[in-house]
């Protein structure tokens, strides 16, 4: 998410890489949610018997959610991703219980978290700098329209005078 925080191709690339490998270690677990993201969510996760398939169905949509976001390019992804993270930290602390070896993925998830919060804040930072930067074009564009303006009728002035001036002569 740093890399998307800052507009980078890689992230593309990074997050292809993560879904595969968070694809390995759902299925070992049973997590299906975190691998589907297609129609029917709840009844197909519930016919397969997902654990804690309120939180799994959770998970599909915020995933859903959070690539959609990600596809328009709105800096809201990061929120989308945030709170599929508090998802899947629940998901993966309930994991924990039951296997210790899943905590690093707890972690992890803790992890990306923050690097989402970090992501939401740069494009929003982003984004005031923009916007801030067409507020003072605006505001110079205002200035050179009255200078444009300004100038034109004093060209206009020197130019009935001139030719005021020529008639007389």
């Given at each position: 998410?740093?890399?998307?925080?800052?507009?980078?191709?890689?992230?593309?690339?990074?997050?292809?890489?993560?879904?595969?490998?968070?694809?390995?270690?759902?299925?070992?677990?049973?997590?299906?949610?975190?691998?589907?993201?297609?129609?029917?969510?709840?009844?197909?996760?519930?016919?397969?018997?997902?654990?804690?398939?309120?939180?799994?169905?959770?998970?599909?949509?915020?995933?859903?959610?959070?690539?959609?976001?990600?596809?328009?390019?709105?800096?809201?992804?990061?929120?989308?991703?945030?709170?599929?993270?508090?998802?899947?930290?629940?998901?993966?602390?309930?994991?924990?219980?039951?296997?210790?070896?899943?905590?690093?993925?707890?972690?992890?998830?803790?992890?990306?978290?923050?690097?989402?919060?970090?992501?939401?804040?740069?494009?929003?930072?982003?984004?005031?700098?923009?916007?801030?930067?067409?507020?003072?074009?605006?505001?110079?564009?205002?200035?050179q329209i009255k200078q444009v303006e300004m100038s034109r009728?004093?060209?206009?002035?020197?130019?009935?005078?001139?030719?005021?001036?020529?008639?007389?002569?």
């Open positions: 998410m740093i890399f998307a925080a800052k507009g980078n191709v890689w992230a593309q690339i990074l997050m292809i890489i993560f879904c595969i490998l968070y694809g390995i270690i759902s299925w070992k677990f049973h997590y299906w949610g975190g691998m589907i993201v297609t129609f029917l969510f709840y009844e197909l996760l519930k016919y397969l018997n997902t654990p804690n398939l309120m939180f799994s169905t959770v998970s599909i949509v915020t995933s859903f959610l959070a690539a959609t976001l990600t596809m328009l390019r709105a800096s809201y992804y990061a929120l989308g991703y945030a709170s599929n993270d508090i998802v899947l930290i629940i998901l993966w602390v309930m994991a924990s219980i039951k296997d210790p070896s899943y905590f690093p993925v707890v972690v992890n998830f803790m992890i990306f978290f923050l690097n989402d919060m970090y992501g939401f804040i740069s494009w929003k930072k982003r984004e005031a700098k923009i916007e801030e930067k067409i507020e003072i074009g605006k505001k110079k564009n205002k200035k009728k004093i060209h206009f002035h020197l130019f009935l005078c001139y030719r005021k001036f020529m008639r007389n002569i």
